[in-house]
């Protein structure tokens, strides 16, 4: 491996779905000659892409894990993710950034700023990521780059400048016009691996002037001699060069590039612009925490010198056992040395150290600061941070969403069900957002995450990855419990009728508040001994756990004690428990309890036709329409839409619209559920209870 | 529970209590949370809290140079009437939805501080689906267009806008024929409509006087407001329309863009 850290970019590639990241992916690894053939998408030949390598990505035409993939231009190495754009898997998007240095957005120059990349570039800006923008598909039908370039200005708030203009548009895009050196690109031979630099066609020269005069007068913003050299009128191709990348490494400008990946088109000057306008690992600021010095942030130095501190950012299951991607930050990781895993202490050795390229590897020897490969054989769950002996940092947190939506599984048989707990124990630690648990009162295996799709998606890899086969129940939304007023409650819990007696009394009121459960202690006097406070505290935590309206957790609720009465025999840990949860019960029915439900933010872009089809639909699904969002041909509708009604939302927008709209969904908030709609879960759960008994 | 009327729309004092005479305390803290907004909205000025400023079919405008605060200004208005729990159709010909909600998130944020509310969170959620935005590219829009996009709305009974504010619609010479469709429709659908106005350099507004740029067409407006920043204050002054006694003694807040009562 090179030593080089300047010349190392970690550079992920976000956008959209169907943006077209996958297809652009291809084309990078074909041009820096990682692969040989190019395979696309949803590919005629039934190869598919190479970043796609799960069978149900190419099935799906979908991303779904990020594989990260090296390659080399221009003597500079350069690190891919290949991330998801469907917002179920964020998690996966959020993960890619936290290791990388810079992003290259993709975005179709027909579809321009779509929902998902605002949601991609909100997490972008959360890890302070520098990014490119790249205008793919120009070869579509309505085409229109520099309206992207204005959204980007417009909805994303970027300082974008063109850094190309295309030289025809839709079935006539040729080739762009580079408008730092002023001279046009065309891309030939049959995979466009063939450049021929010409002369700007004379039609283009005032267009690219005027826009040249643009990119300068944002350059020179970052640069006083470059605006020097601009008032004299010569400017020196690397003087703009080094302006733009200080604009785009301090976020405050994004050059945006263009071109036709699907085509060939373009996708060489964005290599060129990823080496030029991208940190090198040197140039990104990493923080640890100090666990050893009261979490206290140390800044990392990518000097390969020091002591290593790394973070697993990716598990994968392979052929040969678990596979763990890693970035070190600092110091260097090599074949045969012990590593300390900080979250869990236990020190390991490191065996075969590989590069990874899609589902291909080589064997390499060591990992130095700024790079990023894979491990074999570390037992560890992603997001873990790995020291060398003798520190104990641990790399910042990682922004983790609770799940929303939950379903309960059964295996088949015997086998699967041996198959399906091995599935879902490397899910589990290889997704945070993926959560197990199994329901005392049933039996059942449930599986909570993101979305529909997300639980979906893991369904189908059991089957196919680990020949489990499981059966679903209904999809089961993540409700919650709270109260609206105040109540009082005063509960004595009194066994005394042979053997050792239980007594305990707690009194107090319980009210509404902001954050899940707070719990004072108002006693004064002793009326319930100070050794006995936690108990009570213990008690209306664990009837924190199932609320009494459908069993689902509680929250908002602040508890107040102020009096009690213990006995000097009696009064014991688990008497103060029971008085604690009687009390809970007690004032829960006082206090008007009511069912929060979660509300995603649905956004739907669809042609402006069926606007009112689909602002329908949303409606039907007890949906509030924020808005409506006109953009000439398209429109974008925003909505808040309870969970529970988004259950094949996909399948009935596909019918109404001709499969011509398409949506995106996030969690948003917790919100009550109305009074009817919760009679009748209350009356589900009862009967459910019933069953059970 | 059988409410015997909605808050705002005459006695709040029994909105929350039903016929067997029980008091409920979320609905009465609620109810009261929003009357004290309402009493303390200084919006009041344009328009005694029975009277509305513009009635239906009736057209109002805020004018005034870009960046002082129409905007806000507007934001508030629609506040004051969604807190009646009126709906109100925001459609925005210049800014994307996201923008316009944090434009009203910011708004109501500010106005709870000023009054140190606590448990906004709630009260928010109940105005919230009195609310709809809707916006056009400048160039694409149409007064067709709109109607069209209104009827989705209302056939459906998605939503029936009892306001409607219009910002970002330039005004100018060719302006008379679009504001004449719009006051076909707004008497129509039976709203009043707020514009946001923005003035040249050359237009100084004074109170009760009509800016010259705009004199041509203020026979089709009852009440035109002018915002003009004098000395770090942002002064609210009638050009136009009923004007009350005290209404010089309003103007904006320059940190906050709320409306504010002059001590």
């Not at chain 1, 295309?166 to 730092?180: A, H, K, M």
């Not at chain 1, 689909?614 to 398209?634: C, S």
């Not at chain 2, 109607?147 to 939503?159: A, K, S, V, W």
Request: one cysteine or more.
């Amino acid at each position: 491996m090179k030593r080089d850290p300047q010349k190392v970019r970690n550079i992920g590639i976000s956008a959209h779905i169907d943006a077209g990241k996958t297809t652009l992916t291809e084309r990078i690894l074909y041009y820096t000659d990682r692969i040989h053939a190019i395979h696309d998408v949803k590919g005629k030949d039934g190869v598919g892409a190479t970043m796609d390598f799960m069978e149900l990505e190419k099935e799906r035409g979908i991303t779904i894990t990020s594989a990260a993939t090296y390659c080399e231009w221009n003597d500079h190495e350069i690190n891919i993710i290949d991330t998801p754009g469907h917002v179920d898997f964020t998690i996966e998007v959020e993960r890619a950034l936290r290791v990388l240095d810079g992003g290259v957005l993709v975005l179709c120059s027909v579809g321009g700023v779509q929902s998902q990349s605002i949601t991609v570039d909100r997490q972008m800006a959360r890890y302070k990521v520098p990014c490119i923008a790249f205008v793919n598909k120009c070869d579509r039908s309505g085409a229109n780059p520099f309206r992207v370039v204005e959204q980007l200005r417009d909805k994303l708030h970027h300082n974008a400048v063109a850094m190309q203009i295309p030289i025809g548009l839709e079935n006539d895009f040729q080739g762009v016009v580079d408008l730092v050196t002023m001279k046009a690109v065309y891309f030939d031979g049959p995979q466009g691996e063939k450049l021929r630099i010409e002369d700007i066609p004379s039609e283009l020269i005032e267009e690219a002037e005027k826009r040249r005069e643009e990119l300068i007068d944002a350059a020179s913003m970052f640069s006083e001699e470059l605006m020097e050299a601009a008032l004299e009128g010569e400017i020196p191709e690397q003087l703009l060069i080094d302006a733009i990348r200080i604009g785009t490494l301090k976020r405050e400008l994004t050059p945006v590039f263009m071109g036709s990946a699907y085509k060939n088109k373009g996708v060489q000057p964005l290599l060129d612009a990823v080496t030029w306008y991208l940190p090198h690992p040197g140039e990104v600021e990493n923080i640890a925490l100090d666990l050893d010095n009261d979490e206290k942030e140390v800044v990392l130095s990518p000097d390969p010198e020091k002591p290593l501190v790394s973070l697993a950012f990716k598990l994968e299951e392979g052929r040969y056992g678990q596979l763990t991607y890693i970035r070190v930050y600092q110091g260097t990781l090599r074949k045969g040395d012990f590593i300390v895993n900080s979250r869990t202490g236990k020190k390991v050795k490191v065996g075969r150290v590989v590069r990874m390229h899609a589902n291909q590897m080589e064997d390499i020897e060591e990992i130095p600061a700024g790079y990023i490969g894979a491990l074999f054989g570390i037992d560890c769950a992603s997001g873990d941070t790995f020291t060398a002996p003798g520190i104990r940092y641990s790399m910042t947190s990682m922004h983790v969403p609770d799940p929303v939506i939950s379903l309960a599984i059964v295996p088949e048989d015997n086998k699967s069900q041996q198959n399906m707990s091995k599935a879902l124990s490397r899910f589990a630690k290889e997704d945070p957002t993926f959560r197990i648990r199994v329901d005392h009162e049933t039996g059942d295996t449930i599986i909570s995450g993101m979305g529909e799709l997300h639980l979906e998606v893991y369904i189908e890899r059991m089957k196919r990855e680990y020949n489990a086969i499981v059966h679903t129940g209904a999809p089961q939304v993540a409700y919650r419990e709270t109260i609206t007023q105040k109540a009082d409650f005063n509960y004595t819990h009194k066994k005394q009728t042979g053997g050792a007696g239980q007594y305990g009394r707690v009194a107090g009121y319980m009210e509404p508040c902001e954050g899940e459960f707070e719990f004072v202690n108002k006693i004064v006097g002793g009326a319930i001994p100070t050794e006995f406070i936690s108990s009570v505290e213990k008690g209306f935590k664990s009837a924190l756990e199932k609320g009494q309206l459908l069993g689902f957790p509680v929250t908002g609720i602040r508890v107040v004690i102020n009096d009690g009465q213990a006995h000097s025999v009696d009064s014991s840990d688990t008497a103060f428990q029971a008085a604690a949860r009687g009390a809970f019960k007690e004032g829960f029915k006082k206090a008007k309890p009511a069912i929060l439900e979660p509300i995603m933010k649905v956004a739907v872009e669809t042609p402006s036709e069926f606007q009112g089809a689909v602002m329908g639909t949303l409606n039907q699904r007890r949906g509030m329409i924020l808005g409506a969002q006109d953009e000439g041909d398209a429109c974008v509708i925003e909505a808040e839409v309870p969970l529970s009604e988004m259950f094949g939302y996909s399948t009935d927008l596909r019918s109404i619209t001709q499969g011509k709209a398409q949506f995106t969904m996030e969690f948003s908030c917790y919100r009550q559920v109305p009074k009817a709609i919760a009679e009748e879960l209350i009356k589900k759960a009862q009967e459910k209870k019933k069953k059970a008994a | 529970m059988n409410k015997t009327e909605t808050f705002g729309a005459g006695d709040a004092s029994r909105s929350f209590v039903d016929k067997d005479n029980v008091i409920y305390l979320r609905e009465r803290s609620m109810a009261m949370l929003k009357k004290d907004l309402i009493l303390r909205n200084p919006l009041r000025i344009l328009g005694n809290q029975e009277k509305e400023p513009i009635k239906e079919g009736e057209f109002g405008a805020v004018l005034a140079k870009a960046g002082v605060g129409k905007t806000a200004f507007l934001v508030q208005l629609a506040l004051s009437n969604l807190l009646k729990e009126k709906n109100v159709l925001h459609v925005s010909l210049t800014q994307p939805v996201r923008k316009v909600c944090l434009w009203y998130e910011e708004v109501f944020h500010n106005i709870a501080n000023e009054y140190n509310l606590k448990n906004t969170s709630e009260l928010w959620d109940t105005i919230l689906p009195h609310r709809f935005i809707m916006t056009f590219n400048v160039d694409d829009f149409s007064v067709a267009k709109l109607e069209e996009r209104l009827n989705d709305l209302t056939e459906q009974g998605i939503f029936f806008p009892q306001l409607v504010i219009i910002d970002g619609l330039p005004i100018n010479d060719e302006s008379r024929e679009p504001l004449a469709e719009l006051k076909i429709l707004a008497r129509e659908m039976g709203f009043p409509i707020w514009f946001a106005i923005t003035v040249g350099p050359e237009d100084g507004l004074e109170p009760a006087i009509v800016p010259a740029s705009i004199e041509s067409l203020s026979n089709l407006f009852e009440i035109l407001i002018g915002l003009k920043a004098i000395k770090g204050k942002i002064n609210v002054m009638v050009l136009k329309g009923d004007r009350r006694d005290d209404a010089e003694d309003v103007f904006l807040d320059p940190s906050t863009l709320l409306i504010k009562n002059r001590e």
